[in-house]
């Protein structure tokens, strides 16, 4: 089966994006291991799927798996990537798209700039909902790490992360601590591990260990997580520039009641078809 994708990135989290409105293919898990592999697939962290809605109001539906195989509830970089792929595409010519995904509707709005805009929904703080293993709702939990005691917090942004405060992101361990952090037991279905060095209170550096992918250049959910985590514990206020190794996103929540808003680019890098055994 040939199927026809387009490479893209946020900020350098890459992505292949596949239209099925208008053509067709079953894809599997095995079949998305093979694709992400970078020396013998294409090579991504994520894969973004294009569907029809189910729902008439909305415009399309999608779907996002990790270079593993594992099916995702969000992705902040895959939906801007998502938003201006569908617009090049010719699918859309709309600039305000609702979209259905796993994690619930979306909208995103293409600016006249590029810049994709995403309301990203409200933060979610209490660790039933990350899910986390966790006695209170408190900002800060303690987790045993080996012999480290590590202070982090924990956020679903509709997909789980804890973040962990670090003096200097560039030294922080996150090869060591990142999967150990990932895999720990008291996330029952795994972790995103952020690591964030605050700047000042309208700034921070991040590095994302992600979930199913590895570190990643940039991790647009992962970046509110760090912020709606900052600014509970009063470490920043809003709106937070976040620095990530692939490039900077602007992120505002000027109010707890209110949805996380994400601004950000999308590239299109290339165009191709690849035969699916
Ligand atoms: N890169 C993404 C997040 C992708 C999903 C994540 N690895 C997970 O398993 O939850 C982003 O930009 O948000």
Known sequence: MLLHFTKMHGLGN????????TQRARITPAHIC???????GIGFDQLLI????????????????????????????????????????????????H??????????????DGMVRVDMGRPRFSPAGVPFEAAGDQPLHTLQV??????????????????????????????????????????PRKVNAGFMQVVSPSRI?????????????ACGTGACAAVASGIRQGLLKSPVTVELP???????????????IMV?????????RVVLN
Request: net charge negative.
């Open 99 to 112: 979209v259905e995904t796993a994690g619930g509707p979306l909208v995103l709005k293409v600016q006249h």
């Open 146 to 187: 080996g012999e480290e005691t590590l202070s982090i917090s924990v956020v679903s942004m509709g997909n789980p992360h804890a973040v962990l405060q670090v003096d200097d992101v560039e030294s922080a361990p996150v090869e060591r601590l990142g999967p150990a952090i990932e895999a720990h037991p008291r996330f």
């Open 264 to 272: 950000g680019p999308a590239t299109r890098v290339f165009d191709g």
């Open 50 to 97: 294009v569907e029809p809605p189910r729902d008439p109001t909305m415009d399309f539906r999608y779907r996002i798996f990790n270079a593993d195989g594992s099916e995702v509830e969000n992705c902040g970089n895959g939906a801007r990537c998502f938003a201006r792929f569908v617009r090049d595409q010719r699918l859309t010519h709309k600039r305000d798209i």
């Open 34 to 40: 093979q694709l992400a592999d970078r020396r013998f």
């Open 205 to 217: 550096r991040l590095r994302v260990f992600e979930r199913g992918s590895g570190e990643t250049l």
């Open 14 to 21: 890459d992505f292949v994006m596949v239209d099925l409105v």
């Open 246 to 260: 692939g490039g900077e996103l602007s992120i505002e929540w000027p109010d707890p009641e209110a949805a996380l």
